[in-house]
């Protein structure tokens, strides 16, 4: 009992949907067709999305491009590379995963060349790079992954729809990084980098790159066959690395599984799935943005999904609503707690700086982001 509150305790987000589902199963107790009700699919691709990047965070898969940073010889380009490292790793890697990629680095490297009072509005930008570079792909942020294989949109249209977003996104994100060294965009950074690397096992890291395509397959695919490919993952790992079963973020894959029940009990109440169904059609941006400050836009993408009419007012709702406060997405959360880790006592400090740069970001786009969201992604 101690170990749960601890861990409870720890992990905000999965105590908040503990309760959740504790909540829901009281509203609506489960019926005999309950757990058919629940995205087993998603939740499969989730684990073994967290296995096989747990595996490239093992082998530095990713290590030559986080090396590349300590060969920039300017503020300007470092922070240009280390924004846009994390912009365009999040499509491929999540966004919670590329902060936790170059986050540290980014402290390491500002703090070794003398330069913390940029730290702040750096990972602050980064935060903003997470949520709005991963919005362009499936498999890019959890709430993407869940909508797209609800959705049954191809692949393509996916991008398209998601590529002006991200475009645009990517270009305000140069402004911001040029406001910030406005002073002096030739201003230098002196550090020296220190290589941390482990050593390589070039047959496991191949192993999980192949793993990783396979993942992408079965997301792009949407093929039936999902539990053979997870029972290869699972099969794959216990044979040539069975301790790194211990490393995995089960947290989130069980908070998923709570939201999914208070979910299907929310939508089997009459009364209260009648008020969404009312109110949430024809909303479902402002629905998204708004209830992803409550309970963050994972689980709200899956409350909010068996009321929507316009899938665009939704995804892009729920995409954008990471910028306007830390509880909005699951990896301003992490980027939270690596720099409070860092820095104790500094949480307000965090808060502050995220909440003027990312409100800053939300003002320009929020708007835009409504005007796209007429534009029928089944059309």
């Known amino acids: ?27 609506t107790p489960p019926s005999a067709g309950f757990l058919g009700k629940i995205d087993w699919r998603t939740l499969g691709t989730l684990l073994m999305m967290l296995c096989v990047l747990e595996g490239f965070k093992q082998e530095n898969v990713l290590q030559p491009l986080v090396n ?21 790793s999040s499509m491929f890697v999540t966004n919670d995963v590329s902060l936790l990629i170059f986050v540290p680095l980014t402290i390491l490297l500002f703090r070794s060349s003398g330069k913390e009072k940029y ?43 998601m590529l002006p977003m991200c475009l645009s996104s990517g270009i305000l994100l140069i402004l911001f990084i040029l406001f910030l060294y406005r002073k ?37 695919t949407r093929t039936r066959y999902w539990p053979v490919v997870l029972g290869v993952v699972i099969a794959c790992i216990a044979i040539a690395d069975r301790k790194l079963f211990l490393k995995v973020d089960y947290a989130l894959i069980f908070t998923f599984l709570c939201f999914f029940v208070f979910s299907s009990s929310i939508t ?29 836009n994972v689980p709200a993408s899956i409350v909010l999904y068996p ?29 939270y707690r690596i720099y409070v880790r860092e820095y104790p006592g500094k949480g307000r400090a965090f808060l502050k700086t995220f909440t003027l740069v990312s409100w800053a ?10 005007l796209l969201s007429g534009w029928d992604f089944f059309s």
């Open 119 to 161: 730290i702040l509005p750096v990972i602050s930008m980064e935060n903003i790079a997470a949520i709005r570079g991963s919005l362009l792909t499936p498999f890019g942020s959890p709430q993407n992954l869940f909508l797209y294989g609800q959705s049954g949109i191809s692949f393509w249209k996916f991008l398209l729809h």
């Open 361 to 370: 970001f939300f003002l320009i786009v929020v708007i835009p982001g409504l």
């Open 184 to 220: 002096d965009l030739k201003q230098k950074a002196v550090f020296a980098s220190e290589d941390q690397m482990s050593p390589e096992n070039h047959s496991r890291k191949n192993m999980y790159l192949v793993l990783f395509v396979l993942i992408l397959l079965v997301i792009i």
């Open 307 to 335: 009321f929507t009419r316009n899938f665009a007012g939704l995804i892009y709702g729920v995409d954008t609503a990471g910028l306007c406060s830390v509880i909005g997405s699951l990896a301003s959360v992490i980027n």
């Open 68 to 88: 590349l940073a300590g060969r920039l010889k300017s503020m300007l380009s470092l922070t240009l590379f280390l924004v846009f490292g994390v912009f365009f």
């Open 268 to 296: 089997g109440n009459e009364a209260i799935a009648g008020f969404l169904a009312r109110t949430v059609a024809g909303r479902e941006y402002f629905w998204g943005i708004g209830l992803s400050q409550i309970i963050s």
């Open 1 to 27: 009992m101690k170990k749960c509150v601890k861990i409870l305790t720890k992990e905000p987000m999965l105590t908040l949907s503990v309760a959740a589902a504790v909540a829901g199963l009281i509203i």
